[in-house]
């Protein structure tokens, strides 16, 4: 079992209730976020358009994060998914330093890194991970890929040509797909960050984001 | 393509979160800072015992002593950038030996116990004779040691700039020129070495200057050609850029003033300025790995 994930952006709406269900879920603190949606808006008034582009840990084969890791914290479990055991981690964020999807961050109430593990406790239970369940349109497709027969291998199959992954150069075969994604919705350097547009971007408590 | 293009397709990100910043801060450069000269002193001190053994004889213990203070101040400023510091010994435990963190602590501690028996040996036994034989040892793993961190840098898959072979050199160029400063610095008050040993030292000196200061220019004029990554970080110290300043001054302070005091104390024959370039070429080796620490830190990863 290879397990893999797939949105749609053809069938995403921004309406962030993946992100809501992931907080609630995994209990993400604060000013910190397992999977978040990214707004970017292209082109001049009036011919503008809105993209959105959901972005959460892409589960890589072969994972910069877990080969950094000194304690063996970030592991692979047999389905596929890149976990953390954060009783382990020490806090190096090497892991940080080493994912090119800015995936991982450190937690600010147990001071250890924390990421996206596909919901790996409800998949245990034979449940879909929170952001499955939560979105709706459908544009979350979860399953095995190896088994050509489940809907995220049928979905693959059928929109082979407007597949994508994050990032492709740096070798670390996610198991993350996008369909109907380009260079503005999956590069993050080609779009302009203005400031202002940042959810919780100065935070004033003293709950660290990131860093020191 | 209508995507292809920043200018053509106009994108702005018009909501997201707040992105982390700055993850591994001032602290990891001096741990590399402090690293440097923790080996670069026993590079030193093997290369004088080599060539002058009698003058070079008076700086076994000193050296060491240097030595173990720097890398202490390594693993001191590690432990200080640890978000759970106290689970430092999970990496003795639990290690992951594909890790160049792992790998690295594993050999700075084995060079630590090869530090303190150096000291034993030339402080409490003192015998010269174990002392140089140990000596080659700890300046074969003094290489390994030296080198991690690049291999640590170059695991960091995100980071394009690091990932450049030249990395490596720079990691042995900052331990010679930071090394040679050091022991051109201490001989200001032991004065002990020939005015050869010193002209040797701070041919050194320059020599790792310029070569630094060479492969960091080819990288800030080749680098933007290798990924598009790295000509945005390239931005962050060119036209403009927020570390632009403090770039140069780096480049400046670490390599180009000490490789001209040095000609000129060659010249001149007057080693007073070495002390001089010596102080320069440390501080500015600060500035110089904190600026190279620090870009890659400020590009959006999504």
Redesign the interface.
Known sequence: MKLGFLVDLHLCMGCKGCEIACKVENEVPLSTWRLRVKYVDVGTFPETKRTFTPLRCNHCENAPCVRICPVSALHYIENGIVNIDKERCIGCAGCIMACPYGAIYIDPETQTADKCTYCAHRIASSMMPACVVACPVEANIFGDLEDPTSNISKYIMQHNGDVQVRKPEKGTNPHHYYVGGGNVTLNPLASHRVEGHSLFSKITSKMPLGGH | ?V??T?AA?????????????????W?VTVNMWAKSIGTGVIFMLFYLLKKYPNEAANYRFPITVVSIIFIHLFLLFTLA?????F??W??FF???F?????VG?WMATAFVVLLFLLAFLSFIKKDDTAFDKVLLWVTVLAIPVTLYTAA?MS?????EIWQMPTESAQMILAATLSGSATVLLMDTFMNKLSTEAKRDLSIILAFSALAAFVMYMAELVFGPMK???VA?VMGYISNGGEYQAMFWIGQVTAYIVPFVLVVLSIVNKNQNILKLAAILALAGLWIVKHVWLMIP?L????
């Open positions: 393509m995507h292809e920043l397709t106009n994108a702005v990100v018009t909501l997201d979160v707040g992105l982390p910043g700055v993850v591994w801060p602290l950038d640890l978000h759970q510091p689970r430092m999970h990496i639990t290690p992951h594909t890790s160049a963190i792992t602590a640590l695991q960091c898959t995100a980071r990924a598009e990554e945005a830190q590009l959006p990863m999504s």
